[in-house]
């Protein structure tokens, strides 16, 4: 039957029901229908033809609803999708009736460098307890700031050195029970990067080197991140699913209580076994240290908050970041062997490598720092609100209360600054290589007073990790791995489609005088060394 013989059909249905209403009830129902269709139609006439934004290219059903950008969170494809946005339209892309994202080193400056007026946006302030992660007030956020960067200065990172070498060998010793088995390293690089935190945020790690099963934690927090996603994009519906009485709901919306009562559980067990005062050097101790001589430092209440916060802050994105650059040394073998051969003559402290012995290495400088351009953990655009009075963007007004962002991933792949983007190529990193341009956009931990607090903790952690791994194991891909199973989804982190990444690592063996067998390519001659860098992180 024709479309059209459907359509008269269906006209007819209707008719007949509505004959079959009371005329009271039917015109009351007409006249809420053309309200409806009034509203709708100024709102669609209203955002196609009349908003700020009327010229700033992008999807129709972006202009129209925040329904198109919430679809294609959902699908995990934020990232790809703006970024191909930004690679049809340009450096300006409407995502939402009020929402925009940028892509030129010109918007990074205004929206998140020194002096910014943006605000973060609202949507941040429901994701967990407010702390420093949290807060929009620019003169509080400073404030909450001070009281905690002392705890990752460069003295306090050297004293916690020990603990984070322990991780180290933690991991050495199961790669070499595994004897050239795969591992899921999404996992065991998880697991590093939380035993870390948990040490130098709560005293204690969570035992995820220890065991084969996640900590109690993790999934936890796994559970709050669902819960938060749900609450943050369909607010209505997760308030009534949350009222259900149902013991398997409620597990899964208390998840963020749980995660905060550890916070304040290990603290009062350090307060209560250490004291405030003593003579350890975890980042803890300065925290708390620092309440008795500082009449503006944190309660106690506000540092559990703060440690719990800082503790899932600092493992996905270390960990992710972990992840990508090992599967690029997997499938790229030569790369590994030219930091090895870097990092030859440097010694071995307990099987570990010294964070001093590698502080300055370029090779595995250039590595990480071309990890975190080609794989930036957090993808897209961290999101920021226009202040009052608005500003102008790119040649675009942008209005008070406007929702804006400058998308990393399109950043981190400008043709124009990193020819053949795609390439894992650190060597675009190595003194002589490095412009202006490519400094501005590089922003894996953001850029301005907002910079991610725990960055240089991260480095450290990466670099010791990196480095003892690459000198002791040979790295491949397990045969079972496809390489689209590493394929990016976007759920704010990155995530690899497929979930896992299984790599083997094959233990090479050194020598007396701390050489290796195999030291030398397949055509017998030495693996040439590195080269200066002069790029430094700002």
Known sequence: MAPFHYA????????????????????ACLGVFCLLLIVTSAKVVNRLFFSPFRKVPGPILAKLTGGWLLCVDLAGRRAMKVHKLHEKYGSVVQLGPNELSFSSAESIDIIYGTGTRFRKAPMYMTMGRPGVLHLSDPAAHKERRRLLNHAFSKQQLDDMEPEFRNSVKKMVARMERQGGEALDMKHWFKMYTLDNAGKAFLGATFGGLDSDESPRYVKDFDLFLLAWAFKSNFPIPAWFVQ??????????????ARIYQHGIDRFNEYIEKYGRVSQRRDLLTKMIGRKENDPDALADSDIAVEISNLCFAATDTTGTALVYL????ARNPHLAERLRSEIADLPLVDGVIQHQSVSNVPFLEALIIEGLRAYPPLPSGLLREAPVGGCVIDGIYVPQGTIVSTHTWTTHHSPEYFPHPDKFDPSRWLEGNVCDGMKRLWMPFSKGPRNCLGRTMGLFEMKILIATLVRRFHISIDDTMR???????????????????????????????????????????DVEGGLGISFQRT
């Open 8 to 27: 008269i059909m269906h006209l007819r249905s209707v008719h007949i029901v509505y004959q079959a209403v009371p005329p009271k009830a039917a015109s």
């Open 243 to 256: 009222k259900i009485p149902h013991p398997k709901i409620k597990f899964v919306f208390d998840a963020e």
């Open 326 to 329: 090992f599967w690029e040394l």
């Open 483 to 525: 390489d689209d199973a590493m394929d990016i989804t976007d759920h704010f982190l990155l995530i690899p489609k497929g979930d896992k990444c299984l790599l083997r690592f094959t233990p090479i063996k050194i020598t007396a005088h701390g050489r290796f067998e195999e030291d030398r390519d397949a055509d017998g001659e």
